[in-house]
């Protein structure tokens, strides 16, 4: 290589930047010692902004195009240079790319809960996340309160005070937007354009950076909270407690009476149902529809009777009933009840084999005998 082949190596006749890469915000055109000669090739492609800067001064910023570096193109670097009628030798400049595209699917959430409070449930905690997008407006702003003399800046190196800055804004907005927290699902585009708002006012001027678009993807509560509000749906889907209950124990009842392992208990169990639903009936069977106070007295009906006898039966140890005395007899005729089977009722002073209760003696006589044969 000769003398002259290793001068024109050393200037610097094309400049330019090949963006590969969808998070570098500023790129400085590596120079490295070397000269830009005259009518070099200035190539700023779209999405990109160039700017000159000259031992730390900021000179001229050129916009998408291509450009033939002369003195009439660069009016301040000329000035700074001191160049009153052209230039014929090379010059030394730093040159960096700003891209001015919009960057994307930039993620953004809240560490730890944020704390409103709520009309309905008080002070509770709330989470949220989401995403934006950046861009450079200003290039010269950037440069200097960002960048320096870095030759490359990425989004993550800014991305930990954006987030900072969204959350804080998104608390704000929660804090003074009187929302409900059952409401929240469908304001999310409003809070998501005021918390924006909020953003850009801060990093605009400072930074020279503008978040274009910004989204509220999810808003959630704790799960204590979201399992009380479950809890909350299901009451008022059900509507009337008692009709619920009365419907509940009336499906129960076919299921244990048809449960032949069951034995006393379910039997007992069916004639608790029964006696419960009977004393959630009874009281409106009294007055007819419509009636007036007075004559729903004249129509009340005579008390019920007294109710039967409840036996309690000894079963496996524990108390199984209680029971009428159809249902025992049931269970005598079905062996389930023997007469060694201890017994009680009210007004016994103690359990009792059910043979020795006069009451329920009778369900062990043995059989008549067969009737004699017809003459």
């Known amino acids: 290589m000769g003398l002259f082949d290793t001068i024109r190596n050393e ?3 094309i400049i330019e930047w090949v963006d590969d890469s969808r998070h570098t915000l500023v790129w400085r055109f590596p120079r490295h010692q070397n000269e830009i000669k005259n009518g070099a090739q200035l190539i700023v492609r779209p999405g990109q902004v160039a700017v000159f800067v ?6 001229d910023v050129f916009e998408p195009g291509q450009y033939t570096l002369e003195t009439q193109n660069l009016p301040v670097l000329s000035t700074l240079q001191g160049w009153k009628y052209g230039f014929d030798s090379p010059f030394r400049c730093e040159v960096y790319f700003v891209a001015t595209r919009q960057v994307t699917d930039l993620k953004w959430g809240t560490p730890n809960p944020v704390i409103m409070r709520d009309p309905d449930f008080g002070p509770v905690r709330i989470r949220a996340f989401g995403n934006y997008t950046l861009k450079a407006v200003d290039a010269k702003a950037l440069l200097t309160e960002l960048v ?19 959350v804080q804004s998104f608390s704000d907005a929660c804090a003074s937007s009187n929302i409900a927290v059952l409401d929240l699902a469908s304001s999310y585009a409003e809070l998501s354009e005021q918390v924006r708002q909020t953003v850009v006012e801060r990093v605009d001027d400072e930074y020279g950076l503008d978040i274009p678009q910004l989204q509220i993807v999810n808003i959630s509560l704790p799960p204590e909270v979201e399992e ?6 299901s009451m008022n889907v059900i509507g009337n407690m008692q009709q619920y209950q009365a419907y509940q124990m009336g499906n129960a009842m076919p299921i244990a009476a048809a449960n032949p392992a069951g034995g ?3 039997a007992g169990v069916g004639l608790g149902m029964g006696m419960a ?6 009281p409106g069977m009294g007055m007819q529809p419509g009636a007036a106070p007075a004559v729903a007295a004249a129509q009340a009906a005579p008390p019920p009777p007294p109710p039967p006898a409840a036996w309690h039966v000894a079963e496996n140890g524990q108390s199984a009933g209680p029971f009428d005395v159809n249902g025992l007899a049931q269970a005598a005729a079905a062996g389930r009840l023997l007469p060694t089977t201890m017994v009680w009722s009210a007004g016994m002073a103690a359990w009792a084999q059910a043979a020795q209760v006069p009451a329920l003696a009778g369900l062990f006589a043995p059989p008549p005998p067969p009737p004699p044969p017809p003459a």
């Open 11 to 13: 200037l610097v006749d």
């Open 277 to 282: 639903m009977a004393n959630q009936m009874v």
């Open 264 to 266: 006393l208990a379910g």
């Open 148 to 166: 320096g003399t870095d030759s490359s800046f990425e989004t993550e190196e800014i991305s930990e005070l954006l987030r900072s800055i969204v």
């Open 54 to 59: 000259n031992q730390g001064e900021m000179a």
């Open 228 to 233: 009380a509000l479950d809890t909350r749906s």
